[in-house]
Nanobody, 124 residues
Framework: QVQLVESGGGLVQAGGSLRLSCAAS????????MGWFRQAPGKEREFAAT????????YYADSVKGRFTISRDNAKNTVYLQMNSLKPDDTAVYYC?????????????????WGQGTQVTVSS
């Protein structure tokens, strides 16, 4: 069993930056692909970014590509999402997720474990 806890959310002005963290406990993340998803009010949860267990492959949604960077520190059992040039449309609850395996999945149904989410609000 893997427990995931997100942190780092908050209120930021458009154009600003935030760094989200996802700390894992229960098992080492070194064999898990990790993903970040987000869900805005009234909308479905959507994929944002994913990173392979080794950290050598990442994949981003077009909506965040070039602005967000996913990274991981397996020694600290933590995954990060650096978010720059934030826009009001980025306002959402952000979730991290873990999937055991060597891929880098983009579908929420592929993930086995989820955190409780952290709110990101971008004001215009």
């Amino acid at each position: 069993q893997v427990q995931l806890v997100e942190s780092g959310g908050g209120l930021v002005q458009a154009g600003g930056s935030l760094r989200l963290s996802c700390a894992a406990s229960g098992r080492t993340l070194s064999r898990y692909a990790m993903g970040w998803f987000r869900q805005a009010p009234g909308k479905e949860r959507e994929f944002a970014a994913t990173i392979r267990w080794s950290g050598d492959i990442t994949y981003y949604a077009d909506s965040v590509k070039g602005r967000f960077t996913i990274s991981r520190d397996n020694a600290k059992n933590t995954v990060y999402l650096q978010m720059n040039s934030l826009k009001p449309d980025d306002t959402a609850v952000y979730y991290c997720a873990a999937q055991y395996g060597s891929g880098y999945p983009r579908r929420s149904s592929d993930y086995d474990y989820w955190g409780q989410g952290t709110q990101v609000t971008v004001s215009s």
